[in-house]
C-alpha cells in the first residue's frame, strides 16, 4: 500500500469514526428528555388536572415529541385524545395548545375543546406544573363556553427494567 493511499484510508477511517460518534450522541442526547443538548420536557408524562372544586380531577397521559408536538388522553369517555403543539418560552418555561373532540354520554360529537397551557418544569426535570385556560366549541366552531381554568401537574415516565429476558 502507498504512503497516499494509507492517509487517505486513515482520513476516511476518522472521518467515519467521527460521523458514527456524532450519530451515537444525536441518537442519545434526548432518549430520556434530560441529556445535555436536549430539550428536557421531551417525554411522556403522567398528569393529574385539577379542574376546581365542583368537578373530579382528571387523569391522563401526555407525550411532548422532539418535533413540538404533543399527544394526550384522559380517563374520561367524553373526551377523544388531545392534539397540539408546544414551545419552550425560556428556562423552565414552556407553553402549549392542544385541542380535542368532545361527545356526550351516548358517543354524540358536542365539539371540541381548546386548552392552552403555561408549563413550569421542576428544576430536577420529573415534574411540572401547569396554569391552562380552556374554551369550548360547538360542532360547528362557535365558542359555547369561554376560559375555564384548570391546573396541572404531571410527572415524567421512566422506564422500570425487569430482570427477565426474551
Given at each position: 500500500?502507498t504512503r497516499r ?6 482520513i476516511?477511517l476518522?472521518a ?5 460518534a456524532?450519530g451515537a ?5 434526548g432518549?430520556?428528555g434530560?441529556?445535555?443538548g436536549?430539550n428536557?420536557?421531551?417525554?411522556s408524562w403522567e398528569v393529574?388536572v385539577d379542574?376546581?372544586p ?9 407525550t411532548f415529541t422532539r ?5 394526550g ?9 388531545s392534539?397540539g403543539?408546544?414551545?419552550h418560552?425560556?428556562?423552565?418555561l ?17 365539539g371540541t375543546?381548546?386548552i392552552?397551557e403555561?408549563v413550569?418544569?421542576?428544576p ?13 366549541f ?11 381554568r384548570a391546573t396541572?401537574t404531571g ?5 422500570d427494567?425487569?430482570?427477565?429476558l426474551?
Amino acid at each position: 500500500m502507498t504512503r497516499r493511499t494509507s492517509l487517505a484510508s486513515a482520513i476516511a477511517l476518522i472521518a467515519v469514526a467521527g460521523l458514527v460518534a456524532a450519530g451515537a450522541i444525536y441518537a442519545s442526547s434526548g432518549d430520556d428528555g434530560r441529556s445535555q443538548g436536549a430539550n428536557p420536557i421531551i417525554g411522556s408524562w403522567e398528569v393529574t388536572v385539577d379542574r376546581g372544586p365542583q368537578l373530579p380531577p382528571v387523569k391522563g397521559l401526555t407525550t411532548f415529541t422532539r418535533g413540538h408536538s404533543l399527544i394526550g388522553t384522559g380517563n374520561t369517555l367524553v373526551r377523544g385524545p388531545s392534539h397540539g403543539a408546544w414551545e419552550h418560552v425560556s428556562g423552565r418555561l414552556y407553553a402549549d395548545t392542544q385541542v380535542f373532540f368532545r361527545f356526550d354520554p351516548t358517543g354524540t360529537f358536542l365539539g371540541t375543546q381548546r386548552i392552552n397551557e403555561n408549563v413550569r418544569l421542576a428544576p430536577d426535570g420529573d415534574s411540572f406544573t401547569t396554569v391552562s385556560i380552556s374554551n369550548l366549541f360547538d360542532p360547528n366552531g362557535n365558542l359555547v363556553v369561554g376560559g375555564l381554568r384548570a391546573t396541572v401537574t404531571g410527572t415524567r415516565i421512566h422506564i422500570d427494567r425487569i430482570p427477565d429476558l426474551p
